[in-house]
């Protein structure tokens, strides 16, 4: 089995649903996460002028490769109603690979670990929580050296559901 973490993201509509019904399909099509991280808030990434997002990591385990559990999470995105229409546009879901096992993947549709993830606080601070001492394959430096180096200034709260 290869532990797979994936960032979740929604800033659009019912955010909170967005990302319960990504874990439920995550859950049906993918595997059961074994671990997930809290709910949180933070501003917008990259189009600045975007409405606040709700982040969470899951860890789960599998025996799909990264382009099979690539290929799904896409699938869930469009079911979802994901229009890739503006980089860094709002969204109903994101998912992301962030690690595939401790694999380096270079392809022309997936890079693993997930490129931006280190300059990411809203990608660190969830993914601190529950795998701390993860080490990132290429830095060789576990996801809290990581969030120790960010200089990334976004505001990431916990988020507490109404």
Known sequence: MINVFLLLGSNLGNRELFLQQAIELI????????TVSSVYETQSWGKTDEPDYLNQVLMLQTTLTAQQV???????ELKMGRRREVKWGART???????????????????????????RSFTLIPLAEIAPQLVHPVFGKNILELKAQLKDNLIVKKYTFE
């Open 27 to 34: 859950s049906a099509e993918v595997a059961v996460p074994v």
């Open 93 to 119: 879901i994101d998912i992301d690979i962030l690690f595939y096992g401790d694999k380096v993947i270079h392809e022309s549709n997936l890079v693993v670990p997930h490129p931006e993830l280190y300059k």
């Open 70 to 76: 690539l290929k799904k999470v896409l699938a869930i």
